[in-house]
């Protein structure tokens, strides 16, 4: 018999199609656990919840929240939550998916999971966030557990929404429990290192990627989309290393300028106005333009279904490294493998945050916390052990990176899963 559609999605699945679609496309590299995949298209458990809450005029205001478990095979359900006011389920479903094979794909003993509200945050006062959060937290708590589904940081949510998350779970459980989130401030229990993880992650696996191709980090171009949290830690890291910035976009405009973009310095005008746009020390450029500037490392860096069949044929990269979950639609996908252009994919690129965030949960449990030192070389030895394995795939059954990892990553989940058995 076959396996029936999924009821509650429309004809179209919107960020889920294209997670169900890199899945078909690994089926036929899976052999014996080939059957297994369908697992792989239907999240294990979806929560659906309204968030009322009180706003500083005393009306109230509801807003809709998820928390999807995708796959819990491996071990407790990990991911995000992002607030924003284009979340949708597919999109949630669809993070929590990558999640999944995101934490095999690195190694790591979880399963996927992701959350999200649909709502513009710059609109509420931080009084009205921590209510929110709170909220949201009292909502899906059914779920949550430091060894059932532990939240981490998304999009626009940080340290400060993990210390609400983490003091409304413990306040409703009795007791202090720290290991329930990730992405924590210090003082709390979070981890040394983690605030940069996913952009130091996006250039150590870039690195590892140009180092196959002999292209040198020192003296090459970098451009990126996005100059969050993640694209300025990437930006900052290349920088480091000798690369040159020369465009960066993100939801004000683009700066471009060729001798090169002091990231460090474009942070703090950001941190001031907002946006990179009307940024002095660089050119503005046409959004449309930025994805045709020569360069030699391009890291999307802000949200999923940025790289179409419509602008992937002007990109003039060497080496794409995906700092955003799902940039790349698979169309896009398929014209940069016959453009040449070497995509790390999103799955082992931005894994750097959630390996901190492993390495976080394990400090918490045992109450004994490692240097920055210690974290980094530890998180630089997991991303370059999981592209070592991926580019070994992918050099044996020549296929592209992202089919390479999700071949690597879908074996331990089917495994798991096969060993586990259906109960009953």
Same mark, same amino acid.
């Given at each position: 018999?076959?396996?029936?559609?999924?009821?509650y *999605?429309?004809?179209? /699945? #919107?960020?889920?199609?294209i997670?169900?679609?890199?899945?078909?496309r690994? &089926?036929?590299? !899976?052999? =014996?656990?080939?059957?297994?995949a369908?697992?792989?298209k239907r999240?294990?458990?979806?929560?659906?919840?309204?968030?009322?809450?009180?706003?500083?005029?005393?009306?109230?205001?509801?807003?809709?929240?998820?928390?999807v478990?995708?796959?819990?095979a491996?071990?407790?359900?990990?991911?995000?939550v992002?607030?924003?006011?284009?979340?949708t389920?597919s999109?949630?479903?669809?993070?929590?998916?990558?999640?999944?094979?995101?934490?095999?794909?690195?190694? *790591?003993?979880?399963? /996927? #999971?992701?959350?999200?509200?649909?709502v513009?945050?710059?609109?509420?006062? &931080?009084?009205? !966030?921590? =209510?929110?959060?709170?909220?949201?937290?009292?909502e899906?708590?059914?779920?949550?557990?430091?060894?059932?589904?532990?939240?981490a940081?998304?999009?626009?949510?940080g340290?400060?929404?993990?210390?609400?998350?983490?003091d409304t779970?413990?306040?409703?459980?009795g007791?202090?429990?720290?290991?329930v989130v990730?992405?924590?401030?210090?003082?709390l229990?979070?981890?040394?290192?983690?605030?940069d993880?996913?952009?130091?992650?996006?250039?150590?696996?870039?690195?590892?990627?140009a180092?196959?191709?002999?292209l040198?980090?020192?003296?090459s171009?970098v451009?990126?989309?996005?100059?969050g949290?993640?694209?300025?830690?990437?930006?900052?890291?290349f920088?480091?290393?000798?690369?040159?910035?020369?465009a960066?976009?993100?939801?004000?405009?683009t700066?471009?300028?060729?001798?090169?973009?002091?990231?460090?310095d474009?942070g703090?005008?950001?941190?001031?106005?907002?946006?990179?746009r009307?940024?002095?020390?660089?050119?503005?450029?046409?959004?449309?333009?930025?994805?045709?500037v020569?360069?030699?490392?391009?890291?999307?860096?802000?949200?999923e279904?940025?790289?179409t069949?419509?602008?992937?044929?002007?990109?003039?990269?060497?080496?794409?490294a995906?700092?955003?979950n799902?940039?790349t639609t698979?169309?896009?996908?398929?014209?940069?493998?016959?453009?040449?252009?070497l995509?790390?994919p999103?799955v082992?690129?931005?894994?750097?945050?959630?390996?901190?965030?492993?390495f976080?949960?394990?400090?918490?449990f045992?109450?004994?916390?490692?240097?920055?030192?210690?974290?980094?070389?530890?998180?630089?030895?997991?991303?370059?052990?999981?592209?070592?394995?991926?580019?070994?795939?992918?050099?044996?059954k020549?296929?592209p990176?992202?089919?390479?990892?999700?071949v690597?990553?879908?074996?331990?989940?089917?495994?798991?899963?096969?060993?586990?058995?259906?109960?009953?």
């Amino acid at each position: 018999m076959r396996s029936e559609p999924l009821s509650y *999605l429309g004809k179209d /699945g #919107g960020p889920w199609e294209i997670f169900t679609e890199q899945v078909d496309r690994v &089926v036929p590299y !899976l052999g =014996r656990l080939a059957p297994l995949a369908e697992s792989l298209k239907r999240p294990k458990r979806i929560l659906i919840v309204d968030v009322p809450i009180h706003l500083d005029d005393g009306t109230v205001a509801h807003f809709e929240g998820y928390r999807v478990h995708h796959n819990t095979a491996r071990g407790p359900a990990k991911g995000g939550v992002r607030y924003h006011p284009e979340v949708t389920l597919s999109e949630v479903m669809a993070l929590a998916g990558w999640m999944t094979i995101k934490n095999a794909a690195v190694g *790591l003993p979880y399963g /996927g #999971g992701k959350g999200g509200i649909r709502v513009d945050p710059k609109k509420l006062s &931080v009084r009205e !966030l921590e =209510r929110l959060t709170r909220r949201y937290t009292s909502e899906i708590g059914i779920l949550l557990g430091p060894d059932r589904d532990i939240p981490a940081p998304d999009v626009n949510t940080g340290e400060r929404e993990m210390a609400w998350m983490m003091d409304t779970f413990s306040m409703n459980v009795g007791r202090t429990v720290p290991g329930v989130v990730t992405g924590k401030p210090v003082a709390l229990g979070g981890s040394l290192g983690r605030r940069d993880a996913t952009g130091r992650g996006v250039f150590v696996t870039a690195a590892a990627a140009a180092e196959k191709i002999g292209l040198p980090i020192e003296g090459s171009r970098v451009t990126l989309q996005g100059f969050g949290n993640v694209g300025s830690a990437a930006a900052r890291t290349f920088h480091d290393h000798g690369a040159r910035i020369i465009a960066v976009q993100d939801h004000t405009g683009t700066v471009y300028h060729e001798a090169g973009i002091d990231p460090y310095d474009l942070g703090r005008y950001v941190a001031e106005m907002g946006g990179v746009r009307g940024y002095p020390k660089a050119e503005p450029l046409p959004n449309p333009e930025f994805w045709a500037v020569p360069t030699e490392f391009l890291i999307p860096a802000a949200l999923e279904k940025q790289i179409t069949e419509q602008n992937a044929w002007r990109i003039r990269a060497r080496i794409i490294a995906e700092g955003a979950n799902g940039p790349t639609t698979p169309a896009a996908d398929d014209i940069l493998q016959e453009k040449g252009v070497l995509v790390v994919p999103d799955v082992i690129a931005n894994a750097g945050g959630v390996t901190v965030s492993y390495f976080e949960w394990v400090q918490d449990f045992n109450s004994y916390f490692w240097t920055e030192e210690e974290i980094h070389a530890r998180l630089e030895r997991v991303l370059r052990n999981a592209f070592e394995a991926v580019w070994q795939v992918a050099q044996e059954k020549r296929i592209p990176l992202r089919t390479a990892a999700y071949v690597v990553a879908a074996t331990r989940v089917l495994e798991a899963r096969a060993l586990r058995g259906l109960y009953p």
